[in-house]
């Protein structure tokens, strides 16, 4: 089960994740609320993400590749040890903009609208 809490900002989505990113319900639910976000910039908290698998792997390529088109950007903060791993074994932290950030501050979006699916 994948649940996402939404924060939103003007030009800044963060959606925090928590559960598996995996084929199924789970990642069409991720694809479908980051490509309904108009925010140019998206960021994707993977800190409570126990396991991904490359159908998980795979969306993250394809919504970074939607951010870009848009010329907007996404970035994965906080990845779970297990999602760390599985990106360095595919190599895939060379590709994504992948960074460690406990505070949110960071990027814009303490204190702003919020929501959950």
Known sequence: MLTIDVQSQPSVATLVCQGRIVLGVEAETLRCLATSRPERHLVVDLQNVQGMDAAGLGLLVELHGR???????????NPSRRV??????TRLESVLNVEECEEEEDFGVVGQSAMSA
């Not at 760390?84 to 074994?89: F, K, N, P, T």
């Open 84 to 89: 760390r791993r599985l990106l360095a074994l």
């Open 67 to 77: 951010t870009r088109q848009r010329t907007g950007e996404m970035t994965i903060i």
